[in-house]
Structure formats: structure tokens, C-alpha cells
């Protein structure tokens, strides 16, 4: 089982859609949780970090399940721009490397 | 403020010869980590630095990768005989320490083996 599953989509959403990504990790050590954005051809982008009480920014809301081990993205009211790859990233749990996600891209269309 | 840099943004070289990437991370950041990504694939972790501690190569897929830290700032990543295999986009990326802390990553050098 890989460490940090994601589902690769794509996820095609018209503009003003609500859609959610979903992101498993197998080590129940895990200590911090962050979910990246990646455009084409760019570097990873900090979005937010995953807080056990669950964190919320604009139209992005992500929260940590830790019994279920997933962290889960929800973007509401989709842009155009929103249109990207986006990664989750899992720290701790007796590494210091994070681990990274192979990426859900999401392609948001008029 | 300054993020992280990388140099060059962009690098062709020929099958054989020697390549130097660099990194210049956030100040005051003492992690640092290379990754590389090949096209639309995941990040592949290569080398991790903290502080004055040894390096973890653990992500190194060859001898032929090697990569120093001096001061505690400024890295380079050297890739000899380059190969087909290595063309890739090789990404920096420091944070203030390990565990809870998010990474910025630099805007990577896109290295292609001829």
C-alpha cells in the first residue's frame, strides 16, 4: 500500500461546482497534514494546512480524519482558476521527509 | 520577502557530461530538500539537509547524484555522466525546521539530457 493515495481524476467540473478530493495515508503517526496546488509546468504552492479541528479558507474548507486516516479537500463555487493538480503532503510519524501525494487534477471548465 | 531560487531555470547539457543545479532557500530556513519530477509524474524525494546534521541521501537514485550545503544555506546538486534518464525538473525547497513546518519550494531548474 503506498504511504499517501490520492486520486489521480482528472475531476471536470463546470464553474460554480463544489467538488472534494480525498487523500489516504497509511501511517497513523502522522503528524501534520498540508494540502499543495501545482499548475502546469510550476512548483508545488502552499494552499493551506490540515488542523485536526479542520481549517477553512474562502472557498476552501480541509479537514483531517485521523480514525479513517484521510484528509479531504472541498472547493466551493469553482474558478477557472482553480484549475490545477492538487497535492497532499503528510509530515511526521518517525520521518522527516514528507510525503507527498501523486496529485488529483482538477480541471474546471466555463 | 525573498523566496527560495534556483539556478539555472532551464539547462541542456549532453549525455556524459557534468551538471551543477543550485538552490538558494528562504533565510533563516535550516531544512532543505531536492526533489525531482518527471513529466506528469509525482515528486520523487532525493536529499534532505538539516542544520549542521548529515544529510539524508536516502532519495538518491545513484552515485551519480551528490549534493553539499555550505554554511547552512546556498546548495548544489551535481549530477555526473548525465543520462537520458535524468532529464527531469529538479525542485528546492527549505522550511524553518522539520515536523509540523510547510516547505516552499524554489521555482526548479528544468534539466534536459541530449
Known amino acids: 500500500r503506498k504511504e499517501v493515495e490520492q486520486d489521480p481524476g482528472p475531476f471536470n467540473v463546470p464553474e460554480g461546482a463544489t467538488v472534494a478530493f480525498n487523500c489516504t495515508y497509511s501511517?497513523?503517526?502522522?503528524?501534520?497534514f498540508f494540502w499543495y496546488r501545482q499548475d502546469c509546468r510550476k512548483e508545488p504552492k502552499l494552499l493551506m494546512s490540515?488542523?485536526?479541528s479542520g481549517n477553512e479558507d474562502g472557498r476552501f474548507t480541509a479537514q483531517l480524519n485521523r480514525a479513517s486516516q484521510y484528509i479531504s479537500l472541498l472547493i466551493r463555487d469553482s474558478k477557472l482558476s482553480d484549475s490545477a493538480t492538487y497535492l497532499c503532503?503528510?509530515?511526521?510519524?518517525?520521518?522527516?521527509?514528507?510525503?507527498f501525494g501523486r496529485g488529483t487534477s482538477l480541471i474546471v471548465h466555463p | 520577502g525573498a523566496g527560495v531560487s534556483q539556478s539555472p531555470s532551464n539547462k541542456v547539457t549532453e549525455k556524459g557530461k557534468d551538471v551543477e543545479l543550485r538552490c538558494d532557500p528562504i533565510s533563516g530556513h535550516t531544512a532543505l530538500y531536492w526533489y525531482r519530477q518527471s513529466l506528469g509524474q509525482g515528486l520523487e524525494f532525493l536529499i534532505y539537509?538539516?542544520?549542521?546534521?548529515?544529510?539524508?541521501k536516502s532519495g538518491l537514485p545513484s552515485d551519480r547524484f551528490s549534493a553539499e550545503r555550505t554554511g547552512g544555506s546556498v546548495s548544489t546538486l551535481t549530477i555526473q555522466r548525465t543520462q537520458q534518464e535524468d532529464s527531469a525538473v529538479y525542485l528546492c525547497a527549505s522550511s524553518l525546521g522539520t515536523g509540523d513546518y510547510e516547505q516552499y519550494f524554489g521555482p526548479g531548474t528544468r534539466l534536459t539530457v541530449t
Open positions: 503532503v503528510v509530515n511526521g510519524g518517525g520521518s522527516y521527509i514528507p510525503t
Open positions: 490540515v488542523y485536526s
Open positions: 539537509f538539516q542544520g549542521n546534521s548529515a544529510p539524508d
Open positions: 501511517n497513523s503517526a502522522s503528524q501534520s
